[in-house]
Antibody, heavy 120, light 111 residues
């Protein structure tokens, strides 16, 4: 049973870079069954897909965020990470990491989510 | 404005059957399968239906999904109070190098 856990600062200043890490347990991040993704949810609003990465480094990003997003993977630590640059208050959200089944795009395992607030 | 369109709200009484629609386009639902998620208050989303009509292990058969053309539906039969939640559809979109798109979500109220 895969388990995912987000970690990182809960408060980021405007114009700075948001950085989060997702630690995977119960399985290998090098599995060919999964991509590893990030999804966010602003308070009181719906879900927004941010992007996803395969263990090989292949990435897909939300076109509306692509210029500011970098997702990377560290197979030695069984972790993957999200960096979102030049943040504004609109980036305040609960950020979830999740598995994304290769070839199918559905998210079957989710982290509990972490709230990131952008404020000075 | 979400790429996939869902009604913002739906409701039903215990035991009823309710359906939630999800409308998209040729580059997403028209080309790929649809996934549905249930989000209970204060919790992470949970996969409810994948590949348009498949239930993960542990999801009751009261939940079913279907897809036709560029639209999809989630049906819940024998509605229960614990089904009160937000429901989201999602699909892969082939445009712009490929990405996942979500619906705006439907809040289901059990009256």
């Amino acid at each position: 049973q895969l388990q995912l856990q987000e970690s990182g600062p809960g408060l980021v200043k405007p114009s700075e870079t948001l950085s989060l890490t997702c630690t995977v347990s119960g399985g290998s991040i090098s599995s060919s069954r999964y991509y590893w993704g990030w999804i966010r949810q602003p308070p009181g609003k719906g879900l927004e897909w941010i992007g996803t990465i395969f263990y090989s480094g292949k990435t897909y990003y939300n076109p509306s965020l692509k210029s500011r997003v970098t997702i990377s993977v560290d197979t030695s630590k069984n972790q993957f990470s999200l960096k979102l640059s030049s943040v504004t208050a609109a980036d305040t959200a609960v950020y979830y990491c999740a598995t994304e089944r290769a070839g199918y795009s559905y998210n079957d395992y989710w982290g509990q989510g972490t709230l990131v607030t952008v404020s000075s | 404005q979400s790429v996939l369109t869902q009604p913002p709200s739906a409701s039903g009484t215990p035991g009823q059957r309710v359906t939630i629609s999800c409308s998209g386009g040729s580059s997403n639902i028209g080309s790929n399968s649809v996934n549905w998620y249930q989000q209970l208050p204060g919790t992470a989303p949970k996969l409810l239906i994948y590949s348009s009509n498949q239930r993960p292990s542990g999801v009751p058969d009261r939940f079913s999904g279907s897809k036709s053309g560029t639209s999809a539906s989630l049906a819940i039969s024998g509605l229960q109070s614990e089904d009160e939640a937000d429901y989201y559809c999602a699909a892969w979109d082939e445009s712009l190098n490929g990405h996942v798109v979500f619906g705006g979500g439907t809040k289901l109220t059990v009256l």
